[in-house]
Nanobody, 119 residues
Framework: QVQLVESGGGLVQAGGSLRLSCVTS????????MGWFHQAPGKEREFVAG????????SYADSVKGRFTISRDNAKNTVYLQMNSLKPEDTGVYYC????????????WGQGTQVTVSS
């Protein structure tokens, strides 16, 4: 069974930090590129950051460059999103996702974790 389970969301003041985690099943972790997506209230889900299977390549949305960092821990089958200098517009649900190819729309999604940034 394919599973992606996020955690780490919460309420934080503007300028603060959060670290999101996504634990995946071994089959997913080994064979898929991983990413994080953000869905703000009333808006479509958007790409935030991605990391290749090897971890050697990363990609970020312009809105988070320099503030967010995606990483993966192979020993723990876990992908992280370190979010610094958070802004109110970062508020929303963050989804972990797995893709068969780099730059392709994800095949699997987690249930999402809520991030709320107060001004």
């Amino acid at each position: 069974q394919v599973q992606l389970v996020e955690s780490g969301g919460g309420l934080v003041q503007a300028g603060g930090s959060l670290r999101l985690s996504c634990v995946t099943s071994g089959r997913i972790y080994s064979n898929y590129a991983m990413g994080w997506f953000h869905q703000a209230p009333g808006k479509e889900r958007e790409f935030v950051a991605g990391i290749s299977r090897s971890g050697g390549t990363t990609s970020y949305a312009d809105s988070v460059k320099g503030r967010f960092t995606i990483s993966r821990d192979n020993a723990k089958n876990t992908v992280y999103l370190q979010m610094n200098s958070l802004k109110p517009e970062d508020t929303g649900v963050y989804y972990c996702a797995a893709s068969t190819g780099w730059g392709t729309w994800p095949d699997y999604w987690g249930q999402g974790t809520q991030v709320t940034v107060s001004s």
